[in-house]
C-alpha cells in the first residue's frame, strides 16, 4: 500500500489548510484511517482517525471541533480539513492506513501499518 500526503503549506493563525491522502495498492474501502502529526522534538501523535465507511471519527481533544476528517471511497483519498490553526499545529502531518480485522478505527500510531511520507503544515503567529 502507498500513501501520498499533499496538502500543507504556511498559513496564518486562524486559516485554513486541507490536507489530502491518496491510497493505492490495496482495497481502499478495507482500511481504516488516521491523520498523525510531529513537531520537532516530540513524539508522533494522534490527530483524527477514521472508520471504513467514514461514519465513525475520532479526534485528539486538541483539534477537535476545529478539524474534519473524512474520505472518498471511490477516490481512494481520505482528507483532513483544518479550521482556526494555531501555532501549536505547526507540524508534519501523516496520513496512515491499516486492515486490521474487527477494529473501527485506532488512536495509536503503532496500531498503523501503512504511512505516507508526510506533509509540513507551519502556522504563523
Known amino acids: 500500500v502507498q500513501l501520498q500526503a499533499s496538502g500543507g503549506g504556511l498559513v496564518q493563525a486562524g486559516g485554513s489548510l486541507r490536507l489530502s491522502c491518496s491510497a493505492s495498492?490495496?482495497?481502499?474501502?478495507?482500511?481504516?484511517m488516521g491523520w498523525f502529526r510531529q513537531a520537532p522534538g516530540t513524539e508522533r501523535e494522534f490527530v483524527a482517525a477514521?472508520?471504513?465507511?467514514?461514519?465513525?471519527?475520532n479526534y485528539a481533544d486538541s483539534v477537535k471541533g476545529r478539524f474534519t476528517i473524512s474520505r472518498d471511497n471511490a477516490r481512494n483519498t481520505v482528507y483532513l480539513q483544518m479550521n482556526s490553526l494555531k501555532p501549536d499545529d505547526t507540524a508534519v502531518y501523516y496520513c496512515a492506513a491499516d486492515y486490521r480485522p474487527g477494529v473501527t478505527f485506532s488512536k495509536d500510531r503503532y496500531e498503523y501499518e501503512y504511512w505516507g511520507q508526510g506533509t509540513q503544515v507551519t502556522v504563523s503567529s
Open positions: 477514521i472508520s471504513r465507511s467514514g461514519r465513525v471519527t
Open positions: 495498492g490495496r482495497a481502499f474501502s478495507d482500511c481504516y
